[in-house]
């Protein structure tokens, strides 16, 4: 590291990035099980307040980067430790309102105990964004000429707070009170808030070097703008309900603003990765979920708690993402994220064929393909960084909003459609009366698919036809993720044609900025 006060502000964010994990995984885990009991939820209620905790997270990122500059990384830093404190706040006062009461007053404390969960969740989304929205550029500053392996080992603090949560989910899989589970997240926070309250924060890089605000806009230019804030009005439309009429005018007022005070289309390179992050997001954190849920039916045949799962995966990438260092240098960034596709189309192709297998094959497939993705967003995020310096905070961080917003609105949907059009191709085959009985036409972004209806397959009684479904769901599941290693071959493909661009210029070279 450069000295000891990079040091310390380096594990501070470290911590910080932590906290935002922990804070991710057990509200997740308690949304589909004790939450549901607690408050009487049903699955519409559990979705919202799911979404209540991400979609803030990826609005954050990219707002926060606008102005995060002017009002400084310390302040930024203060606002995302105010947030966990006032989710820890609004989480235990929810808990107050549901236990020793009964009857009515337990109705109306469910309700009431609800709405301090999902407006406490959307203040831990914005300071989860917030943490990013500070912490990648502080590092790619402080160490401007290794980015690419210090913001790996800085992204190995997503993985390590999944590990946290997953060890304290097994430990307090009996104990009734959650708040103890939400509760520990203060104890990464107050430690990241002690360590850097007190540090002196840099200057970014874009600003060190004279680079003007106007400038850092025009590496992001009218392109950026569009993807950039059409997800972020695309998100905050469907949570308010706004028309398409409203999405799209409020969308192409910000990119007319950026056009006419840019005058800039934006960088080229730019624009490229932004189109190759969107695959790369919905291949990382859409299938991560999916592939957890594939490996627990063996888990709990085998007697053990499917957390493990979760832990050992993300044990698996913390280790990775620590060891980035040797391997970027031997590769490159490039040749790095061609190298996690390439191991990621296998994975995900070796997953679709162990339908029926044990757990350790099914174990030794997803380790291929964890292997794989482990580097995609850190090294992503640097390369961004690497290429495009002037647009600082902005360019860096949008990057990774840009990724988080696809996933929800775009990623997560696709992967339910291929879900589906799977299982239902699979059942029209296998029994055709069955398929028309139980299918329903439906739409969605890209057009209309046909869907096993859950009501009409839970009134199917007869035997065969319930083994029937079950096979069809099962074998449409497997058969989806051979169809998602398409997205790594994409990602493959364009980081193949990045290599062969840079060779034509003599080799793949980081852009540095002098400072003043």
């Given amino acids: 590291m450069n000295n000891r006060h990079d040091k310390i502000l380096f594990w501070g964010c470290f911590i910080a990035l932590i906290t935002t994990s922990y804070a991710f995984i057990s509200r997740m885990i308690l949304c589909g099980g004790q939450f549901v009991t607690d408050f009487g939820l049903d699955k519409v209620s559990v979705g919202e307040l799911q979404g ?15 102005f995060i500059d002017r009002i400084g990384y310390k302040v930024a830093m203060i606002f995302s430790f105010a947030s966990y404190l006032v989710y820890t706040g609004l989480a235990i006062a929810a808990y107050g309102c549901i236990h020793g009461v009964t009857g009515d007053a337990l109705v109306a404390g469910q309700k009431h105990g609800f709405q301090l969960l999902y407006w406490g969740s959307i203040i831990l989304g914005l300071g ?76 970014s890089e874009r600003e060190q070097a004279g680079v003007s605000y106007l400038a850092m806009l025009k590496e992001f230019g009218a392109f950026g703008a569009l993807v950039g804030f059409g997800l972020v009005f695309a998100q905050l439309g469907q949570v308010f309900g706004w028309s398409a009429g409203v999405v799209w005018g409020l969308t192409g007022a910000v990119v007319v603003a950026f056009a006419v005070i840019t005058k800039s289309f934006g960088r080229l390179i730019l624009a490229f990765l932004i189109m190759v992050m969107m695959p790369l997001a919905t291949t990382e954190l859409g299938t991560d979920g999916w592939i957890s849920s594939l490996m627990e039916t063996p888990m709990k045949a085998a007697g053990h708690n499917p957390a493990w799962v979760l832990v050992y995966t993300s044990a698996l990438m913390m280790i990775l993402r620590f060891c980035a260092g040797p391997i970027v240098h031997k590769l490159s960034p490039l040749g790095l994220l061609a190298t996690g596709a390439t191991l990621a189309v296998a994975g995900l192709t070796a997953l ?56 929800g609105i775009l990623g997560f949907p696709f ?9 239902t191709k699979q059942l029209a085959a296998a029994n055709p009366a069955l398929y028309e009985t139980v299918t329903v036409k439906k739409d969605y972004l890209l057009g209309a698919y046909q869907a096993i209806d859950p009501v009409k ?32 071959a994409f990602m493959l493909a364009c980081y193949l044609a990045l290599i062969a661009f840079f060779r034509t210029k003599g080799g793949y070279q980081p852009v540095h900025l002098d400072s003043k």
């Fill in 352 to 407: 679709s064929k162990t339908n029926g297998a044990g757990m350790a094959v099914i174990f030794a497939a997803a380790t291929l393909y964890a292997c794989g993705k482990t580097f995609f967003w850190p090294t992503m995020l640097g390369l961004t960084s690497e290429q495009c310096p002037k647009g600082g905070a902005l360019t860096l961080n949008a990057m990774g909003g840009i990724g988080m917003l696809a996933v």
């Fill in 457 to 488: 397959s839970a009134a199917i009684t007869e035997e065969k036809s319930q083994a029937d479904l079950k096979t069809a769901t099962t074998t449409g599941q497997f058969s989806a993720l051979g169809k998602m290693a398409l997205f790594p």
């Fill in 415 to 423: 992967i339910g459609y291929l879900q589906e059009t799977s299982a």
């Fill in 128 to 203: 989860n964004g917030t943490v990013e929205a500070y912490a990648n550029p502080i590092v790619s500053t402080m160490f401007n000429t290794d980015k690419v392996k210090w913001l790996n080992r800085l992204h190995a603090g997503w993985p390590a707070g999944l590990v946290m949560g997953g060890l304290c989910t097994i430990a307090l899989a009996k104990n009734p009170d959650w708040r103890i589970t939400l509760g520990l997240i203060l104890i990464p926070a107050v430690i990241f808030f002690l360590i850097l309250i007190g540090r002196q924060f840099p200057k």
């Fill in 52 to 66: 209540a905790g991400i979609w803030p997270f990826g609005v954050s990122i990219i707002l926060f980067s606008l």
